[in-house]
């Protein structure tokens, strides 16, 4: 058994800091809470330490429930690479990127494919009251959740393709 074991907080276990560690401990549990954790912007706090902009990379487990494709799934993790900047009225922009590759039955012919996805995104979050495209934060933080995930649907294709040309089965017209 690993020596780092013991560490955990009420079944959260930690990523193992032993550098030979054969387990390397990390549970959906905890990683749930780490991805909470980089899925916020702290307005006030960078406000108090006058950070106005900033990065956030991370990647997550891919919802198999928000893809409309037939015998389609996420093949590897969602990436996200975002760039937040906080303007003078309190609004917050995110710009970036997402990527991801899907797996699954072409669209056309039915044979195994997969494909890579990338694509730019964009929000813009208002304290309180938004207007059409915006989206709203309240007590100074701002959860990019609903983005992300908005980010992901958007991001998806409406049906997964060979990569070489592939065409559909022909049918007999009898």
Known sequence: MCPCAVFGVQGIEFPCFFAN??????????????????MKIDVRRC????????????????DNSLIDIPFVTFASP????????IWEDDCVKV??????????????????????IEWQTEALFV???????????????V????FLRDSIIFALPSGLVCPDECSAPEYNEE
Request: with cysteine; glycine share 8%.
């Open 78 to 85: 969602v990436a996200f690479s975002l760039h937040y900047d």
């Open 95 to 116: 710009t970036g990127s997402v990527c991801f590759d899907l797996s699954g039955a072409c669209s056309r012919c039915l044979k195994q494919t997969q494909q890579h």
């Open 143 to 146: 959860d990019l959740g609903e």
């Open 21 to 38: 560690c054969p387990e390397k401990r990390l549970t959906n549990l905890a990683k749930k809470f780490i991805l909470e954790k980089s």
């Open 127 to 141: 304290p309180d009251t938004p207007q059409d495209e915006e989206y709203p934060y309240r007590g100074g933080v």
């Open 47 to 62: 406000n108090a330490e006058k950070r106005y902009s900033g990065e956030l990379n991370f990647s997550m487990e891919g």
